[in-house]
C-alpha cells in the first residue's frame, strides 16, 4: 500500500494491490469481547468506573493500512507525488460489553473514552513523522462500520486531511482580516440568533451549522477557544462531564432519524511535524477544535452531493428544531 496525491484536488489516497484479505464479519469470535481467543495488542487502558477490568481501550488494527515503520519517504513521479503509507492505525475499544453503544453508557464512562482518544492523539504527535491525528466513528453498515463490537478508530498519517487543510485556511484567512477566530465568530452568532442551537451543556454547544453537508449535519463546539482538542479535554477534565452528556444526548436524537452516522473530532495539526507551513504559526489563534457529526439517512442512501454542491434537503433551523424536541435516551 501507498500514497498517492491528487495533483488537482490536493487529497492523498491510500492505494496499493496488497491490501490486507481480512473480513471480521468471517471471524467466529468478537476479538475485542473478553473471552476472545486471540488477545489483541493494547497500546492503552483507561480504568474502569464502575467495576469490571476497564472503561475503554486502545489496541492496534489487525489489519492496518498505515504502518509504524520507516520514513514517509516522499517523492515525485513525473507531475506525481507519492509517499509510503507511514502511520499509526488503532481502534479504540468504547467498552468491554459487545452491545452496549457509547451513547448507552454513562457519563463518567464516556469521560474516560474521551480522555483516551486525548491521551492517543497526545502521545503520537510526539512523532514528528506524524501530520495529523484523526479520530473518527463510522456507525452502522451504510456508514462503512467495521467492527461489530463497539468502537471508534484512530489514524495517524504523514499528511492532513483535505478537509482540515480547508478549514485551517480558512481560518488563517479570517483571523488575517479580522484578528478573530472564525469558529468563535460563529459561536457568537449562533448564540444571538438562537434558531440552529440544538442544547447548549456548561461550556459545550451542539448546533445545526448555518449550511449543512447532510441533513442533521451537528457540529459539538466548545465556547472557550483552543485549537487542540487533546489540549483542552487533558487540561480541562472537570468540564469533559459536559461534554460527554452532551455527546451522549445528541447521537441519541441523532439515531431517532437516521440509521448511521460518521463522527469525526477535528482537531489542531502536529506542530512538530511541520514548522515551515503558514498554517501552523498563528493556529492557537485561528483554529478551533470541534466534533462534526454527519448522519446518514436511510431513505438518502445516494450521495448528498450534486456535481460537488452539497445538498440538504432539511434546513438547518428545521433540523435543530426537529433534534432539540427528539428523544436525549433519558
Known amino acids: 500500500m501507498e500514497l498517492r496525491k491528487d495533483p488537482i484536488t490536493r487529497s492523498w489516497v491510500v492505494t496499493g494491490d ?92 464516556i469521560v474516560q473514552f474521551l480522555l483516551l482518544a486525548a ?10 513523522r506524524y ?16 467492527f461489530a463490537h463497539p468502537h471508534s478508530s484512530l489514524v495517524a498519517s504523514s499528511f492532513v486531511p483535505r478537509r482540515v487543510l480547508y478549514e485551517l485556511r480558512s481560518g488563517r484567512e479570517y483571523f488575517k482580516t479580522k484578528e478573530r477566530c472564525v469558529f468563535c465568530d460563529i459561536i457568537a452568532q449562533e448564540e444571538k440568533q438562537r434558531s440552529r442551537i440544538i442544547e447548549e451543556r456548561g461550556d459545550f454547544l451542539a448546533l445545526s451549522p448555518y449550511a449543512p453537508r447532510v441533513p442533521y ?28 452528556a452532551l455527546l451522549r444526548r445528541t447521537l441519541n436524537r441523532i439515531l431517532s ?44 442512501v445516494k450521495s448528498y452531493t450534486f456535481k460537488e454542491v452539497y445538498y440538504s434537503p432539511i434546513s438547518p433551523e428545521t433540523a435543530a428544531q426537529r433534534l432539540r424536541e427528539g428523544p436525549t435516551g433519558e
Open 119 to 128: 491521551h492517543r492523539i497526545q502521545d503520537l504527535k510526539g512523532d514528528p
Open 131 to 146: 501530520r495529523y491525528v484523526c479520530v473518527f466513528k463510522n456507525f452502522g453498515e451504510q456508514a462503512g462500520q467495521e
Open 217 to 244: 449535519e451537528t457540529w459539538l463546539i466548545s465556547r472557550i477557544h483552543h485549537a487542540s482538542f487533546e489540549q483542552a479535554a487533558l487540561t480541562r477534565m472537570p468540564q469533559l462531564r459536559d461534554l460527554a
Open 18 to 109: 496488497d491490501a490486507p484479505e481480512w473480513n471480521p464479519s468471517r471471524e467466529p469470535f468478537c476479538r475485542f469481547c473478553g473471552d476472545a481467543p486471540m488477545e489483541p495488542a493494547v497500546l492503552s487502558s483507561m480504568p474502569a468506573v464502575d467495576g469490571g477490568p476497564w472503561s475503554s481501550r486502545a489496541v492496534a488494527h489487525p489489519a492496518p493500512v498505515y504502518h509504524a515503520e520507516g520514513e514517509p519517504d516522499r517523492r515525485g513521479d513525473g507531475i506525481y507525488d507519492r509517499m509510503r503509507s507511514i502511520g499509526a492505525h488503532e481502534i479504540l475499544v468504547e467498552g468491554p460489553g459487545h452491545d452496549r453503544q457509547l451513547w448507552q453508557r454513562s457519563d463518567a464512562e
Open 257 to 300: 432519524v437516521a440509521d448511521a452516522f460518521h463522527l469525526v473530532v477535528h482537531t489542531s495539526p502536529n506542530p512538530r511535524s511541520s514548522e515551515t507551513l503558514g498554517y501552523w504559526r498563528t493556529i492557537d489563534e485561528d483554529y478551533h477544535w470541534h466534533i462534526e457529526i454527519t448522519p446518514i439517512l436511510g431513505n438518502k
